[in-house]
């Protein structure tokens, strides 16, 4: 007899993972595990912890880049899905209406009233490819704006309105858009009076550096954008679902209703892929304009009973736990703490972020010694020193995080939003640790963080 044996299959071949994924997939990311020494083997997960073979937990501030919102097995989505597969519907028949979509973009539109409808992909940039194409259908236009360093998704409409020349050089041609300055509403301003502009697509705070939108930005630009009939885009694919310590990042300005917001990641609950658009009804109306046009745009797994059910198991959650108002607690905690060490530590320039989504900058120190080895960093590739940060955290204090972006030196914090108290000690303490080393006469850290530089090079 024949049979799928999940267990039999990774006990017998999970010791070959690093060899797999070097064989049939991304070959470079074995290489930069190895290469940091984050080549861990994790055998199960559950909160915000790891634990390895060994029974060692990990600390886990990255989040899965912000997926893991209640972090990994939550019991109450665990069950949610258990019962959907167990309940063998009727799904994606494609000619029918199934309740899960509706109830789940119900509860989505409660957080934001001045929305109507709802469209469910699969993903981030699913979500940010429809608000692309919803928007260029609605206002008859063909160009979006965007902000530098934005990160919006990576298939092409998404990579359009990318920030980063390091993702979009690659494969250009792309669509018509333009970037501005982020924050420049001059810059806005400008592109807008030529008229041909659908919208303008921004994430509240960007995710690569963590950098906030000014004060009063937001508000300021939805006035420019409404005056010349274009559209307001908020990318919410990291910051929503309670991640800055409101439901929305852009509610943190009183006044702001985006026409188009894109959610993902959280709304997965960790466990299916899930994203949505959120619209004005009458952007709807012109996309799904007539019943021929009633699959213009649609996704094939897109509503699934088992994303649907992930999603409204998540906010289920979000409610029952009040997770919106302990984001807001332990966040001002962890920044707080983390603040106060600019003064204890010449490289720690600046704590910035709202809520559990916080960067730590690090820049030029005053003293002499200091400087001379972050020129040596600098002068091989910038960003190393954040690198050269995060690498002693993982291996002498078992903390997963990340650099914030190619060549920036800022660490991200993005952990899942259930953290409390204990993990803030325990990331503070460790932290305090590495930068006592770093601004240390010698010191591990600027071994590794030759070793570094040599590699840079040699990549030249």
Known sequence: MTGFDLAKLLSGRSAERYELHDRYLNHQLPRVLRTIGFDKVYERASG??????????????????????????????????HDVIDASLPDLTRFDCQPLPGLLAEKLLAHTPHLERVYFGNSGTEAVETALKFARCATGRPRIVSCTHAFHGLTLGSLSVNGESGFREPFA??????????????????????????????????????????????????ELLRRHKALLIADEVQTGLGRTGDFFAYQHEPGVEPDLVC???????????VGATLGRDWIFRKVYSS???????????????????????????????????????????????????????????EVRGR???????????RSLALRSRWAMLQAARKGLFAQMIVVPLMQRHRILTQVSGDRLEVIKLIPPLIIGEPEVDRFVGAFTEVMDDAHGGGGLIWDFGRTLVRQAVAQR
Request: glycine share 12%.
């Open 48 to 81: 915000a912890y790891l634990w390895d073979a060994e029974g060692l937990d990990y600390l886990d501030m990255l989040g899965g880049f912000g997926v893991m919102g209640l972090g990994r097995h939550h019991p109450v989505i665990r069950q949610a899905l």
């Open 173 to 222: 041609p792309l669509l018509p858009d333009t970037c501005i300055p982020f924050g420049d509403l001059d810059a806005l301003e400008r592109e807008l009076r030529r008229g041909d502009v659908a919208a303008f697509v921004v994430e509240p705070i960007q995710g690569k550096g963590v950098h906030e939108t000014p004060p009063g930005f937001l508000l300021a630009a939805q």
């Open 263 to 273: 959610v993902a990641k959280s709304l997965s609950g960790g466990y299916v892929p």
């Open 291 to 349: 019943m021929d046009r009633v699959l213009v745009h649609s996704a094939s797994f897109g509503g699934n009973a088992q994303a649907m059910v992930a999603g409204l198991a998540t906010l289920t959650v979000m409610e029952d736990e009040d997770i919106v108002a302990d984001v807001r607690r332990t966040g001002d905690l962890l920044r707080s703490r983390l603040d106060a060490l600019t003064d204890r530590y010449e490289l720690v320039e």
């Open 355 to 365: 809520g559990l989504m916080i960067g730590i900058q690090f820049g030029r120190p």
